[in-house]
């Protein structure tokens, strides 16, 4: 298998439906964070991010474009690092959220641009909005853990949100719109 087959075939946001010789990975929740930034008033970059989260992918690595991925989250889950402004974000200024309210993503196209590189397509819901992103993906490594004895793949992406995309905008442009993401997942093939 090449590397270009690896990424197709591993990469979390991998598009498009599962084919029926799909097999199951699952994202290891202990090694998997979304880490988020954004400017505050022009003062400092401020910092929060969501780990321990679900995800699963339907890897074919027979027909890689016929792989999938979903990955959810509670969106209270949010780690900021600083409680007041943790409450603020699930304050009807923001989220106004309530416990089971959800953060999904489920990939629908990938354009590979290098051996270890693409450009991953998915729906993101968050706040009752959905709208499609693009995620610039790199795979770290895939093959068998260390420690584990199974198949295992790594890898990272990054992109960036507007706020005001899923209604999350209050305080536009002075705390900034634009939000980068960047994300580091590991995933084992299931049992």
Not at 15 to 33: C, I, M, P, R
Not at 65 to 88: E, K, L, N
Not at 126 to 147: E, F, I, Y
Request: a negative charge; charged letters at 15%; proline letters at 4%.
């Amino acid at each position: 298998m090449t590397f270009k087959s690896i990424l197709l075939a591993t990469a979390l946001t991998l598009g498009a439906t599962s084919a029926f010789a799909a097999e199951k990975y699952v994202l290891d929740a202990s090694h998997s964070q979304i880490v988020f930034t954004y400017n505050h008033l022009g003062f400092s970059t401020t910092t929060g991010m969501y780990s321990g989260f679900d995800g699963e992918i339907m890897l074919d690595e027979a027909e890689p474009a016929s792989s999938s991925v979903t990955v959810s989250f509670p969106v209270m889950d949010m780690i900021t690092g600083w409680q007041p402004r943790t409450d603020h974000f699930m304050s009807p200024d923001f989220f106004g959220a309530a416990e089971g309210d959800m953060v999904t993503f489920t990939s629908t196209g990938i354009e590979v641009t290098g051996e270890k590189t693409g450009l991953i397509t998915g729906d993101l819901t968050m706040n009752g909005v959905t709208k499609s992103v693009v995620l610039d993906a790199t795979l770290n490594q895939m093959g068998d853990h260390p420690m584990a004895g199974k198949p295992w793949a790594g890898f990272d992406a990054t992109t960036t949100v507007l706020r005001s995309d899923y209604n999350l905008g209050k305080f536009a442009p002075f705390v900034s719109d634009e939000v980068s993401i960047n994300i580091s997942i590991e995933a084992m093939k299931a049992d």
